[in-house]
């Protein structure tokens, strides 16, 4: 077993730790004797050509994301479809919304050991434009938001990068022009936001679908119709904790396997934080596209809510 440890040296913004990180790793890995690389990225997307690059030597490798949510989708990326690999998160990024999902075992993902000697599982991906997101893709002013958030992240941590950027982006307006093509039919005018979350939690602890599994072969597709900045402000706290179902008139639920967004004008998709340009975007569900380590006894937990809206 070998062992690769993806170190971000920019993950976390002014939080950034990449020598600490680095002497945690050698601290518990040297004593044990295994074969283990720490690798520093240098690029976009570096990280999941580090990966493949390993992956396709057969050998079976654990791959450990240092970073945030960006990291862990990069690494996922690489090691998709290969079943000598399996990828985990050990988080110390900007947001570090993914292992949310996981409750209140969350924290147990900070313990190197127990990601070491942890469980495997396979996990859903969501292929978008052939790029592989672990948590949520999404489209609109939330994307907008995701994308800007690491201008801020410089200077503020966590949910105040994604506040300053939210303030900032509403200024530039609200709705998109968008033609969305769903399993369960075709949607046409301005919206607000798209979004597919595989996980529960984005944007520095938004959780727009409590019931979202990243197991459970379906993802949870949230479409918001129009809307205008004052809209927002009354109703983005309920839609930062997963109440959409109050607003079966602006937001509509589906949960299915595919969904294709079309714009007039190139978009940005944002891939667990990370940005991609587009005019046309499909994103399509994977069933267990990547392994993923969990520390033992730690499985993702979600409160299995009715909520409104229609399923396939």
């Known amino acids: 077993m070998r062992h690769l440890f993806i170190v971000n040296p920019v993950a976390g913004g002014k939080r950034s730790d990449p020598k600490g990180t680095i002497e945690r790793i050698e601290s518990f890995m040297a004593p044990r004797g295994e074969e283990y690389e720490v690798y520093e990225t240098v690029a976009h997307m570096d990280a999941a050509e580090k990966v493949k690059r390993e992956a396709i030597k057969g050998r079976p490798l654990r791959v450990y994301a240092c970073g945030g949510d960006g990291t862990l989708s990069e690494c996922a990326h690489g090691a998709a479809g290969y079943g000598n690999v399996a990828v985990t998160h050990y988080p110390c990024g900007t947001g570090n919304d993914f292992v949310r999902v996981f409750g209140e075992d969350a924290a147990l993902f900070r313990d190197i050991g127990a990601l070491v000697e942890g469980d495997v599982q396979p996990l859903d991906l969501i292929d978008v434009n052939g790029r592989k997101s672990v948590n949520i893709a999404s489209v609109g002013i939330d994307a907008r938001v995701g994308t800007d958030v690491h201008k801020y ?19 530039h307006g609200v709705n998109r022009q ?8 075709v949607y046409a005018g301005l919206f607000t936001l798209v979004c597919a979350c595989n996980g529960q939690y984005y944007g520095g602890g938004f959780n727009p679908v409590r019931e979202a599994l990243p197991d459970d072969g379906a993802i949870d597709f949230l479409l918001v119709g129009k809307t205008s900045r004052l809209t927002i402000a009354r109703y983005l706290k309920d839609y930062a904790r997963g109440d959409y179902a109050k607003y079966p008139k602006l937001i509509k639920h ?21 940005a991609l340009y587009a005019k046309s975007v499909s994103m399509r569900l994977i069933p267990g596209g990547v392994n993923f380590i969990r520390p033992r006894g730690c499985r993702p937990a979600a409160p299995r809510e009715a909520a409104a809206g229609s399923s396939v």
Do not use: P, Q, W
């Open 254 to 274: 589906i949960r299915g396997r595919h969904l294709k967004i079309e714009g007039d004008e190139e978009f940005v998709v944002s891939i667990d934080g990370e």
């Open 153 to 171: 992240s410089k200077f503020l941590g966590g949910a105040g990068a994604y506040c300053m950027s939210l303030a900032v982006n509403l200024l």
């Open 178 to 185: 968008f033609t969305i093509t769903t399993d369960v039919g």
